[in-house]
C-alpha cells in the first residue's frame, strides 16, 4: 500500500517560517520526482516545487527565494522549508509522488498551513 503523509502545517505570522513534511512508503521512493502542489479555496491546485530523483529542483515564481524543497532517500521523506511566509501562502499542502517512465501518481491527504497576524 503506498502512503504519503503530510505533517508541519499549522498557524503562522506573515513573516515566519514553517518545514512540512512527507514521509512515504509503499513505493521505490528514489526513483521518484516528489512534488509539494498547494490549493487555496475557490482555486486550482498548483504546483509549487519540485525535486526530481536526481535532485534537480523547481519553484513557482510566487515562492522563488522563500521555499526550498529538499529530499532525503535514506528516510523517503521529502520537505519544504518555508520562510518569509505571506497571507497568500494559506493554502492547503499536498504532497506528490510522480514516476514518469510508469505515469504512476500517488498523492497525500494534504496539511492546512494558515498565515494570519
Known amino acids: 500500500q503506498v502512503r504519503l503523509v503530510e505533517s508541519g502545517g499549522g498557524l503562522e505570522q506573515p513573516g515566519g517560517s514553517l518545514r512540512l513534511s512527507c514521509v512515504v512508503s509503499g513505493i521505490i521512493f528514489r526513483i521518484y520526482d516528489m512534488r509539494w502542489y498547494r490549493q487555496a479555496p475557490g482555486t486550482q491546485r498548483e504546483l509549487v516545487a519540485d525535486?526530481?530523483?536526481?535532485?534537480?529542483?523547481n519553484y513557482a515564481d510566487s515562492v522563488k527565494g522563500r521555499f526550498t524543497i529538499s529530499r532525503d532517500n535514506a528516510k523517503n521523506t521529502v520537505l519544504l522549508q518555508m520562510n518569509s511566509l505571506k497571507p497568500e501562502d494559506t493554502a492547503v499542502y499536498f504532497c506528490?509522488?510522480?514516476?514518469?517512465?510508469?505515469?504512476?501518481?500517488?498523492w497525500g491527504q494534504g496539511t492546512q498551513v494558515t498565515v494570519s497576524s
Open positions: 525535486i526530481t530523483s536526481g535532485g534537480s529542483t
Open positions: 506528490n509522488g510522480f514516476h514518469f517512465r510508469t505515469n504512476r501518481n500517488y
